[in-house]
C-alpha cells in the first residue's frame, strides 16, 4: 500500500461545499489531510460535513470578511496548531457583462470576493500557516482566453497570478510555496446556479468547446483535485511562483483563439 502524501497534514480549502473546493478537499482526505472546508450556507456545509466525514471540518465563512477568516485560522490554531496547506479557492463566477454594461454592482460583487477575499483568506492564515508550508491560488484560464463580457472575472483571477508571484518572495524567508492553478472549462454546479445554465445547456456547451480541446473533453474537478494535490504535497517542494494550467491544452495550442 502506498504512503498517504498528505498524511498528518492540516488543510484548508475555501469555497469548498460544491465544485473545485469539494473535489480538492476530497481529494487531500483521502490522501491522510485533516481538511477544514468553508462556505455561505448553513445548509450546504452542514451536507459537506456529511459527505467528507470526520476528517473535514466545515465552518461559516465569507472569505470577503477578513473577521470570519479570523475566526477560521483560530478555530484551526486551537484544534491542531497548525496548518500545512491552504488553497484559496473561494470565488465568484461573474456574471456576462460586456464592458457598456459593466454595473458598480457587478465589480463590487466579483472583487470583493475574487480580489479582496485572496488578499483576507492569505493574511489571516499567516500566523497559522508552518513555515515550509504551500499555498494555491485558484485562477483561471479566462485571463488568457479574451472572452468577451468577463474582463471583470479576468481581472480578478489574473490578479491571482500576480499575487502568487510577489508573495513566493515575500514567504521565501519561511520556506512557503506560493502557486497559483488555473482550471479550464470544468462544468460545475455554478453553471447551472451563477450562469443560469440548464443540464441540456452545459451538455451542449460541452460538446461544442470539446472540439477545441486536445484532450478530447470538458474537465472533471477530479483533474483539478489531483493537480492540487501535487501543488500540496512535497512533490511539488522546487515548484514556486507559477501558474499550473489544467485545461486539456487548450490555451497552449487556441491561444490565438478569443473564445467567442
Known amino acids: 500500500m502506498e504512503m498517504q502524501v498528505m498524511k498528518g497534514r492540516v488543510a484548508l480549502v475555501t469555497g469548498a461545499t460544491s465544485g473545485l473546493g469539494f473535489a480538492s ?22 451536507e459537506t460535513q456529511e459527505r467528507l466525514g470526520p476528517s473535514a471540518t466545515a465552518i461559516l465563512a465569507d472569505s470577503g470578511v477578513k473577521k470570519d477568516m479570523k475566526h477560521v485560522a483560530e478555530e484551526i ?6 496548518l500545512d496547506f491552504l488553497q484559496v479557492n473561494a470565488g465568484r463566477l461573474a456574471h456576462n457583462m460586456p ?9 463590487d ?9 485572496v488578499i483576507f483568506t492569505v493574511q489571516t492564515m499567516l500566523d497559522v500557516l508552518r513555515d515550509g508550508a ?31 508571484k510577489a508573495w513566493t518572495t515575500e514567504l521565501k ?26 443540464k441540456e445547456q452545459i451538455a451542449d456547451y460541452s460538446a ?5 480541446i486536445p484532450a478530447g473533453r470538458v474537465g472533471k474537478v477530479e483533474d483539478i483535485a489531483n493537480a492540487v494535490l501535487f501543488l500540496a504535497s512535497d512533490a511539488s517542494d522546487y515548484i514556486r511562483g507559477i501558474d499550473l494550467v489544467v485545461d486539456g491544452g487548450l490555451t497552449e495550442v487556441y491561444a490565438g483563439k478569443n473564445g467567442e
Open 99 to 107: 464592458l457598456p454594461e459593466l454595473t458598480e454592482e457587478e465589480i
Open 77 to 82: 490554531k486551537r484544534a491542531h496548531g497548525k
Open 208 to 212: 461544442k468547446v470539446s472540439k477545441d
Open 25 to 46: 478537499a476530497k481529494r487531500l482526505i483521502e490522501e491522510g489531510a485533516h481538511v477544514y472546508v468553508t462556505g455561505l450556507d448553513d445548509k450546504a456545509l452542514a
Open 109 to 117: 460583487r466579483t472583487f470583493d470576493t475574487n480580489f479582496k477575499g
Open 134 to 164: 504551500s499555498i494555491v491560488l485558484t485562477s483561471s484560464v479566462t485571463v488568457d482566453m479574451g472572452l468577451k463580457g468577463f474582463a471583470h472575472y479576468a481581472g480578478t483571477k489574473a490578479a491571482a497570478r500576480a499575487f502568487a
Open 173 to 198: 524567508d519561511r520556506n512557503i510555496r506560493v502557486n497559483s492553478i488555473s482550471p479550464g472549462i470544468v462544468p460545475t454546479e455554478g453553471f447551472h446556479t451563477e450562469q443560469g445554465m440548464s
